[in-house]
């Protein structure tokens, strides 16, 4: 085992993706049977349902930002990594046999109410996944070298991971939702535990010294918010639209959508266009991880969006379709989507990287992508054609799970890693939380339903034009390293 790490073989490069996998895995069970579960077993309303899938991006904010910071500054069973992948990934396990068993834990607690019951257990799912997502991924950061090996870490990682994904829709569909929740208690800990174990974690990171002296100094809620400075358009929309449904009140017609538009739009070219370099500690370009920010943010407005309201295109553009049919057209199209997603990475996009170079063919990624968002709208009027356009959009998809974490880890300090993998996901959450909040008003004001896909063109297009300002990581390279050592890289 030590000398296929040593070597990053194949095979240590799959047992490095496995922990990623397992909470991948647990991730696509969830999405699977969780609203499924809630209304059909135990007789929860849709307004219901929406409160139980409120914990997830919630959790994903605390959990795997306070993780990433932790994690960076412990060292126990010999890892800084491990001790989070093997509880994370117990706890996962847990809370995936306790869904088909709220009934029999309301009971055992006496509550009369099982809503209460299903809203902890999705929660503590959530934060468990949360809890483990962070060190699987940091952990490919810390055993990799920068540049193509560590690209080949990541594409990998999203190869085993999208493939047992998919493998995870399949189970469901051939042996149903039950044997697919038993099935992925025991996947998730085989996954999480062993290679947690076997895998050689180094005791050092990023500068010998610093990562000695105990690295940098932690960041406190300032110099978040500063690091955080693309997202603040985002970030502010957020807690304005959460404020005021909990307050059972609307801003008129669009008008907070628009102030949100237009904020994000200054915020993402003030970022774009920075010149000054941010390097304050060894090896880290805060200018340079902000533009990946702001870059990866508009990536997943445009794919949550479909994500969330494509039931929405498929009941106004096909309204022949029962609910059956429909279903059964989602089904393909995100299964196509999946598989392109998972197939792509490791076997295209890692070879391609090594010729053109990671921000170039993520940049060609997202206006494929953009594309197929644009020709759904206009010509996707027959199954088989949202299908194949499905695929073309895949390639996009493979690219943003896999290539923008190579990216960013490159322009941090490594012995960081997890803090930045945490603030990473909040390029995630918070685009995550606009989407529910702010787009789906929007589709609600607007009769061609169409409309989530020029969304999705628009975004991605402005993703990759984004992606193009970032500097590669030779560039990055010959401007803060020594002239002698930059000639060489």
């Known amino acids: ?31 699977s049977v969780l609203s499924w579960l809630l209304s059909t077993k135990y007789g929860l309303h849709i307004h219901e349902i929406g ?26 069973w010999k890892g800084r990594r491990r001790p989070f992948i093997i509880v994370g990934g117990l706890l996962s396990a847990l809370m995936l046999l306790a869904l088909p068993n709220l009934g029999l834990l309301s009971r055992a607690l006496g509550l009369d109410s099982i809503l209460g019951v299903a809203i902890a257990v999705a929660l503590a799912l959530d934060l468990s996944i949360n809890v483990s997502f962070n060190p699987t991924r940091s952990i490919i950061a810390d055993v990799t070298t920068e540049g193509a090996m560590r690209t080949r870490g990541y594409t990998w990682m999203q190869t085993v991971s999208g493939s047992f994904g998919v493998l995870a829709y399949g189970i469901g569909a051939v042996f149903g939702n039950y044997a697919l929740i038993y099935l992925a208690v025991a996947l998730v800990v085989a996954f999480s535990v062993v290679p947690a174990l076997l895998i050689e974690e180094p005791r050092l990171l990023g500068d010998a ?7 940098a100094p932690r960041p406190g809620l300032g110099r978040l918010m500063t690091i955080l400075l693309p ?60 533009k990946v920010l702001a870059a990866h943010a508009f990536s997943w407005i445009g794919v949550q969006t479909m994500f969330v309201y494509m039931i929405s295109f498929v009941q106004f553009r096909f309204p022949a379709l029962g609910a059956e049919a429909g279903g059964r057209l989602l089904s393909i199209s995100f299964g196509v989507l999946s598989a392109v997603g998972a197939l792509m990475p490791a076997f295209v996009l890692e070879p391609l990287t090594r010729r053109y170079g990671q921000i170039g063919v ?32 895949g390639v996009g998809w493979a690219a943003i799970v896999s290539l923008p974490f190579a990216i960013m880890s490159q322009r941090v300090d490594q012995s960081r890693m997890g803090l930045y993998m945490g603030v990473f996901n909040l390029s995630v959450v918070l685009p995550q939380l606009l989407v529910s909040l702010g787009v789906g008003t929007l589709v609600g004001h607007v009769a061609d339903k169409g409309v989530i896909f020029l969304i999705g063109a628009a975004s991605l297009a402005v993703s990759a034009i984004a992606w193009l300002f970032v500097r590669r990581s030779a560039e990055l390279s010959a401007a803060t390293l020594p002239a002698p050592v930059a000639a060489g890289h």
């Open 1 to 31: 085992m030590l000398s296929m790490q040593r070597h990053v073989s194949r095979p240590f490069l799959v047992l490095l993706a496995l922990p990623s996998t397992a909470m991948g895995f647990a991730l696509s069970v969830q999405i």
């Open 51 to 76: 409160l139980v899938w409120a914990a997830g991006p919630l959790a994903g904010i605390a959990g795997q930002l306070l993780i990433g910071i932790v994690s960076d500054r412990v060292w126990f």
């Open 209 to 215: 010294a610093a990562a000695a002296g105990g690295g």
């Open 231 to 290: 997202l603040w358009g985002v970030l502010g929309y957020d807690v304005v639209a959460m404020a005021l449904r909990l307050a059972g009140a609307e801003a008129p017609g669009l008008t907070l959508e628009a102030a949100c538009a237009i904020a994000t739009l200054i915020v993402l070219a003030v970022t774009l266009t920075a010149r000054d370099r941010g390097v304050e500690f060894v090896r880290e370009d805060l200018v340079e991880f902000r």
């Open 362 to 393: 993520h940049a060609a990624c997202l206006a494929t992508m953009s594309v197929g968002f644009a020709a759904v709208y206009v010509v996707g009027t027959e199954p088989w054609i949202i299908y194949a356009l499905m695929g073309l959009m």
